[in-house]
């Protein structure tokens, strides 16, 4: 596997409290807080172990497995936090690194042969970061789009106790986009990202 995505199978039933206080918004954000100062920290880490490991690889062309693994659990972390944020599942998110079965979560391919040029490339930053300014300008507007789906996501969950598959599939698929492009930055793959938000669940 070279590209990351994101496995999920689509929520049959949503409840209607938590479709209120995702209507709210702030409220469910709340109560995500401490998953939140938590993905804060992982991706300080992630950026800085992510750096060292260009420098090593430009120098001995290995990306140490340890190193890929916490950009991993910072980009798995928030999959299945904002999953949960967005709707896609009820169940919230375990305080844990590997969970097991969560109905969320990223899945990352690990670079086995990373590109020394990539890895000069991403010590400068500005030559990786000027790759990657379609992807951040086109995802920009598809996050606004995810806020709002998400949002009327939420009003038909209330109404219908269903989060309508649809509104699932796309913030998925964005989330899937997001990730894909940090792997990608990060050193996970040197496999350039696609572009879009096409996605099928798991079940």
């Not at 999920?8 to 949503?14: G, P």
């Not at 938590?38 to 140490?64: E, H, R, S």
């Not at 040029?117 to 000027?130: D, E, N, Q, S, T």
Request: aromatic share 16%.
């Amino acid at each position: 596997m070279t590209q990351a995505a994101i496995a999920y199978r689509n929520s049959e039933k949503s409840s209607r409290g938590l479709a209120l206080a995702g209507a709210i918004f702030c409220v469910k954000a709340i109560l995500l807080i401490p998953h939140l100062i938590i993905i804060g920290v992982l991706q300080y880490l992630a950026m800085a172990v992510a750096y060292v490991g260009f420098w090593i690889v430009a120098f001995t062309g290995k990306y140490p497995e340890g190193l890929q693994s916490l950009v991993q659990m910072w980009l798995r972390w928030g999959a299945r936090s904002y999953g949960w944020l967005a709707g896609i599942t009820d169940v919230y998110p375990p305080f844990e690194t590997d969970p097991k079965g969560f109905p969320i979560d990223a899945v990352l391919p690990t670079n086995t042969n990373p590109s020394k040029g990539w890895a000069v490339a991403g010590i400068f930053l500005f030559p990786k970061g000027i790759c990657l300014i379609p992807h951040m300008f086109l995802l920009w507007f598809v996050m606004i789009g995810v806020a709002v789906a998400t949002w009327f996501g939420y009003v038909a969950a209330f109404f219908t106790g269903v989060t309508p598959k649809g509104i699932q599939d796309f913030v998925a698929g964005a989330m899937q986009w997001y990730t894909r492009v940090m792997s990608w930055f990060l050193g996970l793959t040197d496999e350039y990202p696609p572009f879009g938000v096409a996605i099928t669940p798991s079940a």
